[in-house]
T-cell receptor, first 112, second 113 residues
Framework: ETGVTQSPTHLIKTRGQQVTLRCSSQSGHNTVSWYQQALGQGPQFIFQYYREEENGRGNFPPRFSGLQFPNYSSELNVNALELDDSALYLC???????????FGPGTRLTVL | DAKTTQPPSMDCAEGRAANLPCNHSTISGNEYVYWYRQIHSQGPQYIIHGLKNNETNEMASLIITEDRKSSTLILPHATLRDTAVYYCIVEFYSGAGSYQLTFGKGTKLSVIP
């Protein structure tokens, strides 16, 4: 069984640019959550998608947006990048009604 | 904001039990206690969860006090591979879709040879 995968693994952007990060959920999982983890901090919840609809959002501005596709894979888009957006971005998927979330290895974004 | 308090770091000798404490004095009746860990450069990994009763699985045991205001994660025989940041999380689980995790800073556990 393939686990949660994310692409790319690393990315360097400059301020003001836009970025798209991708996540493939584990087979059979219809819920995907995205988290941002700054250096030395715990992951912070960005938003969650359930059956292609946003199902909750954390304290992040609208320039952070997402999509979930019919195959339950997902994208995180960030517009107008700021230096503070530099972080590890984690995606997690879960089965319907399940407690356990399965995390991918993350995408390391550096904004210069 | 995280609803839990954990010590920032702990050491444990290899082969001994690692006992990681967590305070969650404001926990409400329908909130669960979850434990995840994050090994360096990897995504977090689920360990265990519980509501009221003590729980055990192949990875660890979770002891929750009777008043539910604190809990302890026990790794019975710590190995070097258990060196990681351990997060104690308190969240309400609605059963509809999934639940959202609010991470604090966790406890950095170092297992020493």
């Amino acid at each position: 069984e393939t686990g949660v995968t994310q692409s790319p693994t690393h990315l360097i952007k400059t301020r003001g640019q836009q970025v798209t990060l991708r996540c493939s959920s584990q087979s059979g999982h219809n819920t995907v959550s995205w988290y941002q983890q700054a250096l030395g901090q715990g992951p912070q919840f960005i938003f969650q998608y359930y059956r292609e609809e946003e199902n909750g959002r954390g304290n992040f501005p609208p320039r952070f947006s997402g999509l979930q596709f019919p195959n339950y894979s997902s994208e995180l888009n960030v517009n107008a990048l700021e230096l503070d957006d530099s972080a590890l971005y984690l995606c997690a998927s879960s089965e319907p009604l399940a407690v356990e979330q399965f995390f991918g290895p993350g995408t390391r974004l550096t904004v210069l | 904001d995280a609803k839990t308090t954990q010590p920032p770091s702990m050491d444990c000798a290899e082969g001994r039990a690692a006992n990681l404490p967590c305070n969650h004095s404001t926990i409400s009746g329908n909130e669960y206690v979850y434990w995840y860990r994050q090994i360096h450069s990897q995504g977090p990994q689920y360990i265990i969860h519980g509501l009221k009763n003590n729980e055990t699985n192949e990875m660890a045991s979770l002891i929750i006090t009777e008043d539910r205001k604190s809990s302890t994660l026990i790794l019975p025989h710590a190995t070097l591979r258990d060196t990681a940041v351990y997060y104690c999380i308190v969240e309400f689980y609605s059963g509809a879709g999934s639940y959202q995790l609010t991470f604090g800073k966790g406890t950095k556990l170092s297992v020493i040879p």
